[in-house]
């Protein structure tokens, strides 16, 4: 990630270890391992009504190897077991991390500056009463 965030903001080592250290929670991680090297993680958070994608690495040594598959289909299956959506950003200069979300269900929803928001609902029934409940704000 550190290409990225150094294209779009320029790298503050001191503000990543600080924002790591806010939002670092055990709870929320997932590791995978290929033949005892770490291959990939994610990070979940619960936030309010739903879970939001911090973040899903997998090591470019690993990837295209199912592994970014196993952790958001984990993602989306819990979701489903809640049941709550998924939230996530992805930057807008990552089309490959944006068309392997849209791939796994999700749909840009809005967008900030540097990322597009993007969102997976657990069911259609589950949608259609968010969106009658963001409608009545």
């Not at 995978?32 to 993680?41: S, T």
Request: contains cysteine; positive net charge.
């Amino acid at each position: 990630m550190r290409g990225y965030v150094t294209e779009i903001w320029g790298w503050n080592e001191q503000w990543q270890e600080n924002d790591f250290s806010t939002h670092f929670d055990p709870k929320g991680i997932t590791l995978v391992y290929k033949e005892q090297e770490l291959a990939g993680y994610s990070q979940i958070e619960k936030r309010g009504g739903h879970l939001f994608i911090r973040m899903i690495i997998v090591h470019p040594h690993h990837q295209r190897k199912g592994i970014g598959s196993k952790l958001i289909e984990s993602v989306i299956a819990s979701g489903k077991e809640q049941p709550k959506s998924i939230e996530l950003e992805v930057f807008k200069i990552n089309n490959k991390a944006k068309k392997f979300y849209e791939r796994h269900g999700f749909n840009v929803e809005g967008e900030t500056s540097s990322s597009y928001v993007m969102r997976h609902m657990p069911n259609p029934a589950f949608e259609r009463d968010c969106a009658k409940s963001r409608a009545g704000r």
